[in-house]
């Protein structure tokens, strides 16, 4: 049976990348007759978040990639979040040390940053130098019994090529020599990917891998492991990965990436969806309008071009408007209209922060419309009021962004609290600090309170604003960005 997955890290916001991904992989599972699972990939303990894996499960529930076996639905083949599955690398790691295709890595950090250095000094390909693979047994043993901390890395071949058969790309050849002896246990007993991802794509017997183009050169590390463990690797399918219009990797600093983003600016999952599937394939008739459902009927992995796909965001709001006009009826119109924020819930979060304003309802229109309007109008001049510095401006908004990317409970009282601390560690009065934040939320100088404003637009669309602003004063150079992040870190 053909079994394909996603596996997304619960690091931050659930990226189109992943949705990407998760769109190719489920309609090659479907197209077959397979089934689709999700794997939720946390061994990155620091930056892992129940949080962030929530709103994966909820953002792909959105668009209706629905999966067959998940961390929330269950299945033969569990458990599917990676560190509720610990004893079982550590099984396969033992394995790997006892056939000694693995090895204890005692090297300290300052040992392998003097090492990286020397090569990149000598224009050699920064890899390990194999200096702890020849240990025996007991000087391991003697050095674990000293307190000596150790990680665990994977043999690899000193000579040779390696041909990693891609069912794209045909035959892909990669020397040995620029093949790191990968670690594969941290020191913390955690797995890396490329153990972890190896030992559950087999026991969840994994049929097609569907993944970025950037795991080309992992791919022989990944093989070597299949063979170690005399196990069938299955076939590797690497999609181009997606770019912003000006072919560089598709960033947040460029074009929105998070699904929630789409989702709270008003799309539809079904138009993002159809958007996705046209980024490096098309249909056989050449139709731009279709549903999941005609891309499962049409779907062949052999249409996928391997060319830069550039999401365009003005190309998806072009799509977005042919499915609204084009698919949905007055009333479903209105049913997804009152489904995306003009409903009971959304605005009994707002009216609290406006009814002491008002006279008469119609007041209330220029008073709510930046809840409801994306991205506001915003030009330079809006900017321009009493006292404005504009470098000053762009600081606050790029230490508040900052600030609103961090893990930060999206409370008024968190927010608020966040922000004023902000503000003093620059040193400003928190009106001159709060205004050219007003300004990129609400579009006006004034609005209605900032910080439960804030709540009822949600972390992207807020954190979108503020990029908007950013950009409409200019942008910031990375030059300039470097710069701010090293005096934003010395105020936190």
């Not at 299945?75 to 396969?92: A, D, M, N, T, W």
């Not at 940053?113 to 194999?130: C, P, S, V, W």
């Not at 600016?265 to 056989?284: H, I, K, Q, T, V």
């Not at 908007?468 to 300039?480: C, E, N, Q, Y």
Request: hydrophobic share 40%; net charge negative.
């Amino acid at each position: 049976m053909v079994r394909t997955r996603v596996a997304p890290s619960p690091t931050g916001d659930p990226h189109v990348g992943t949705a990407y991904m998760a769109l190719f992989s489920y309609c090659y599972a479907k197209q077959h007759g397979g089934q689709f699972l999700l794997r939720i990939e946390d061994t990155d303990t620091a930056r892992s978040t129940a949080k962030s894996e929530q709103a994966i499960i909820d953002s792909l529930h959105w668009l209706g990639l629905d999966w067959d076996e998940g961390p929330d639905c269950g299945g033969s083949k569990g458990p599917y979040r990676q560190s509720e599955r610990l004893p079982v690398y550590q099984e396969y790691a033992e394995q790997l040390l006892e056939n000694d295709h693995a090895f204890h890595c005692f090297c300290t950090a300052e040992r392998l940053q003097q090492m990286r250095a020397e090569q990149k000094q000598n224009g050699q390909t920064a890899r390990y130098d194999g200096l702890c693979a020849g240990l025996s047994a007991q000087q391991v043993t003697e050095r674990k019994a000293a307190g000596a901390e150790s990680v665990i890395r994977m043999k690899v071949p000193s000579e040779g090529v390696c041909i990693v058969e891609d069912a794209l790309r045909g035959s892909i050849e990669i020397e040995y020599a620029q093949i790191d002896m990968q670690v594969l246990v941290k020191a913390d007993g955690f797995p890396t990917y490329h153990l972890a991802v190896v030992v559950d794509d087999h026991l969840m017997e994994i049929s097609h891998i569907i993944r970025g183009e950037e795991w080309i050169n992992s791919a022989p590390k990944h093989q070597l492991l299949y063979g170690y463990f005399g196990w069938q690797m299955p076939e590797l399918i690497h999609m181009p990965l997606l770019r912003n219009p000006d072919k560089s990797k598709l960033s947040k600093r460029k074009n929105p990436t998070s699904i929630s983003f789409y989702k709270d600016m008003g799309y539809l999952p079904e138009a993002l969806l159809n958007y996705l599937g046209m980024l490096g394939w098309s249909m056989p008739g050449g139709e731009e309008r279709f549903s999941l459902d005609d891309m499962i009927d049409q779907f062949d992995i052999s249409r996928i071009s391997l060319g830069a796909p550039v999401f365009d965001v003005t190309k998806l709001k072009w799509l977005n408007g042919r499915w609204l006009r084009e698919v949905l009826d007055e009333d479903g119109f209105a049913a997804r209209l009152s489904e995306w924020v003009y409903n009971r819930d959304k605005l009994m979060q707002i009216i609290p922060l406006v009814k002491e304003r008002v006279d008469v309802f119609s007041d209330l229109g220029k008073m709510i419309s930046f809840f409801v309007e994306g991205m506001p109008d915003l030009g330079p001049d809006d900017f321009d009021y009493k006292g404005a510095v504009t470098e000053q401006q762009v600081k606050v908004l790029q230490f508040s962004l900052w600030l609103m990317e961090g893990d930060i409970d999206w409370h008024s009282s968190a927010l608020q609290q966040g922000l004023v601390a902000l503000a003093e560690a620059m040193d400003m009065k928190i009106r001159d600090f709060l205004k050219p934040l007003f300004i990129a939320v609400s579009g006006k100088p004034v609005s209605p309170p900032l910080f439960d404003s804030l709540v009822v637009l949600g972390p992207e669309i807020s954190r979108g604003r503020l990029r908007h602003a950013l950009a409409v004063l200019g942008g910031v150079s990375k030059k300039k960005l470097k710069k701010l992040d090293s005096e934003f870190k010395t105020l936190s």
